[in-house]
């Protein structure tokens, strides 16, 4: 082989060498900001959550403020996880509707005993209870004529929505939430149960009631939402899906 043959040889293997190089360090570099990864901060807490969670996708975070006197106290930080094909099929009815699966994670940013936490939750839930239950009851048919089955069933409907919001008093007033607690609230709706409150180290609440888990839902997700700020970038998170 001639030398100029050589040396072409040689260069050829050090091209190819050096592209394998080129390659394995970007491999490595994708595989580093994998790891890395800082997920979904809340501005106001500064807590972080990951990106995705028991197979659903964070839509962003924010924080329960709950006004005592002048002062608003920072109660918990949240982020917000949906089914990313579930949400993009109800993009029309948003976060507050549908029948796919969400969550809520949430870590608290204060101790705060159990009977308070349930007191806040109380008043949020049994005036939406009341009011899903009495257009349940008031629905009429294709004719205009009001329905006395109908009535009844929404009874036994607030009935059993009310019992559980019971077990959740009861499970709630013998906690003590430290600062940094997690919970989950879950929704899943196609199945025989409709929503959950799941607390690190305690009894797992699961919800049978359709009424209870659409106050929840509302709670957080409706018109009227516990943390305006949060469910501004909840939305804006799912808009981008």
Request: with cysteine; hydrophobic share 45%; glycine share 8%.
């Amino acid at each position: 082989m001639s030398s100029l043959a050589a040396r072409q040889n040689i260069t050829a293997r050090t091209i190819v060498v050096s592209r394998r190089d080129a390659q394995a360090s970007r491999a490595l570099r994708r595989a580093a900001t994998v790891v890395v990864r800082a997920g979904v901060t809340d501005p106001a807490t500064k807590v972080t959550f990951p990106d995705s969670a028991d197979g659903l996708t964070c839509v962003g975070a924010g924080c329960r403020v709950k006004r005592v006197a002048i002062i608003d106290i920072k109660v918990y930080a949240m982020a917000c996880y949906v089914d990313a094909d579930g949400a993009r099929a109800n993009k029309s009815v948003g976060l507050a509707g549908g029948d796919y699966a969400r969550m809520l994670s949430i870590q608290l940013a204060r101790d705060v005993d159990g009977p308070t936490f349930y007191g806040a939750l109380d008043e949020a839930l049994n005036p939406r209870i009341k009011e899903l239950a009495t257009n349940l009851a008031t629905a009429e048919d294709e004719d205009g004529n009001f329905m006395a089955s109908v009535a009844e069933a929404a009874e036994k409907e607030e009935e059993k929505a009310l019992d559980e919001l019971d077990d959740m008093r009861r499970v709630f007033g013998g906690m003590n939430l430290k600062q940094g607690t997690k919970m989950t609230i879950s929704w899943t709706p196609k199945e025989s149960v409709k929503a959950s409150i799941d607390v690190s180290g305690a009894e797992k609440l699961n919800f049978e009631s359709d009424v209870l888990a659409k106050a929840l839902l509302d709670t957080y997700f409706g018109s009227q939402p516990v943390s305006p700020a949060a469910l501004q970038a909840f939305e804006k998170g799912f808009a981008a899906l």
